[in-house]
């Protein structure tokens, strides 16, 4: 079929009832919160995009869309519908202070490709699985996707200190000091693929740190990212705005350096600082009444 004409709309009670009715009849209409449909000049519905609201626990108390289903009826796609669905839900999110967007993705080419060209963060789990029956599937890995709405734009202002790329002997001392011994397994082969930023004093004391390796991203998706395994501010220079110094010395590196993503897999309790620097966070959740991610990501490219 050709070009046809529709628009995307918030779905009013109606649309949403001919929805679960006839599409998306195996989940509970309690659970959605909001759901866009794409309505053509005859009336019909030909695409919809179906939406969990969540909100976050302190101390960040942040809403979350988790997008469930995006669907264009087949022989209407090639027109755009998907991507209007996702432009009009970001309208209203940004409309609602919704903080981010997020979801699992289909394993399929097409489908990570309009996440990723969307702007979405991804970030893998499972095992690679090849089916060399169908060159599009690639497997259990790259689900996560996560996209932020509203930024915190705000000027980095600091002094007292200033912050440089780590020589290749604080680069070591950084590695076996605190990543080699704290973090997970997968970053203790890492040593030669590091790069760090330190923030040094007056008197070139190094004050803190942040460090990030480079891991290629597993097809579909094309690029490279920087996972940040540490950040590390020492007690007595904390509260002087150097992590977040860091944190932005590291996002302007990594568009220097042609970096597609940032992500961090060590956010546990720094959940609230991640979030005040502009950082998407993924599946939020509860822990002793406060806000715990299982990663956090940044698009820079």
């Known amino acids: 079929m050709g070009k046809v004409n ?3 709309v918030k779905a009013n009670r109606e649309q949403m009832d001919f929805i679960f009715d006839n599409f998306y009849k195996t989940e509970k209409r309690n659970d959605i919160s909001v759901v866009f449909v794409a309505v053509a000049d005859d009336k019909n519905i030909i695409g919809y995009l179906v939406i969990e609201e969540k909100i976050t626990e302190p101390p960040i108390n942040a809403v979350i869309w988790w997008i469930r ?23 209203h999110a940004k409309q609602a202070n919704v903080i981010n967007l997020q979801g699992s993705a289909n394993p399929t080419l097409k489908a990570k490709m309009f996440w990723f060209k969307n702007d979405f963060c991804f970030f893998r789990y499972g095992d690679k699985v090849e089916n060399t029956n169908n060159p599009e599937e690639h497997g259990n890995y790259y689900h996560m996707m996560f996209r932020r709405i509203n930024r915190i734009e705000k000027e980095q202002e600091y002094s007292g200190f200033h912050i440089i790329k780590a020589e290749k002997e604080q680069v070591n001392s950084i590695f076996d000091e605190y990543i080699l011994g704290l973090g997970p397994d997968y970053f203790k082969d890492k040593r030669d693929e590091i790069f760090a930023l330190t923030a ?30 540490y950040i590390f501010v020492y007690p007595d220079f904390r ?58 990501g940044l698009r820079t490219l």
């Open 239 to 296: 509260r002087q705005k150097i992590g977040s110094a860091l944190a932005a010395e590291m996002i302007k590196s990594a568009k220097k350096a042609d970096i597609t993503q940032l992500a961090v897999v060590r956010v546990h309790e720094a959940v609230e600082f991640w979030y005040n620097n502009n950082f998407d966070m993924f599946h939020w959740s509860a822990v002793n009444k406060v806000s715990t991610a299982v990663v956090a």
């Open 69 to 91: 289903s995006i669907f264009t009826m087949p022989e209407f796609r090639r027109n755009g519908i998907a991507s209007a669905l996702l432009k009009e839900a970001i309208k």
């Open 200 to 229: 040094l004093d007056k008197n070139e004391n190094i004050i803190g740190f942040i460090a990030a390796y480079a891991d290629e991203m597993y097809a579909p998706l094309d690029g490279t990212q920087w996972i940040i395994p």
């Open 6 to 8: 529709y628009k995307v």
